[in-house]
């Protein structure tokens, strides 16, 4: 059974950071594509980042570019999130989610490719 657990979540002011983490306690993460996915207040949840399985690649969307980081850890299951220089418009409740497929050569910024999805964590920007 994969379960996803995100923390890290909390308040900080605008320009700070925080790093999140979404630990998986399924025992093949390490074949798997993860991704962070965002939903703020009254918006549509909207892509972050993603890794691929191995982490040698990764994507952003383009308002995150330059200030998150996304990284994984296999040995602990772990995938990461890096958030610096935090604006107010990054308040969200943060997801991270697992690729329906293993070993995928290619990222996906289409929720629809995750099949698997923490309970998210709370983000606050402050100005």
């Known amino acids: 059974q994969v379960q996803l657990v995100e923390s890290g979540g909390g308040l900080v002011q605008a320009g700070g950071s925080l790093r999140l983490s979404c630990a998986d306690s399924?025992?093949?993460?390490?074949?798997?594509?993860m991704g962070w996915f965002r939903q703020a207040p009254g918006q549509e949840r909207e892509f972050v980042a993603a890794?691929?399985?191995?982490?040698?690649?990764?994507d952003y969307a383009d308002s995150v570019k330059g200030r998150f980081t996304i990284s994984r850890d296999n040995a602990k299951n772990t995938v990461y999130l890096q958030m610096n220089s935090l604006k107010p418009e990054d308040t969200a409740v943060y997801y991270c989610?697992?690729?329906?497929?293993?070993?995928?050569?290619?990222?996906?910024?289409?929720?629809?490719?995750?099949?698997?999805w923490g309970q998210g964590t709370r983000v606050t920007v402050s100005s």
């Open positions: 989610a697992r690729d329906r497929r293993t070993y995928a050569d290619g990222l996906a910024t289409n929720q629809y490719r995750y099949n698997y």
């Open positions: 399924g025992p093949t993460f390490s074949s798997y594509a």
């Open positions: 890794i691929t399985w191995s982490g040698d690649n990764t």
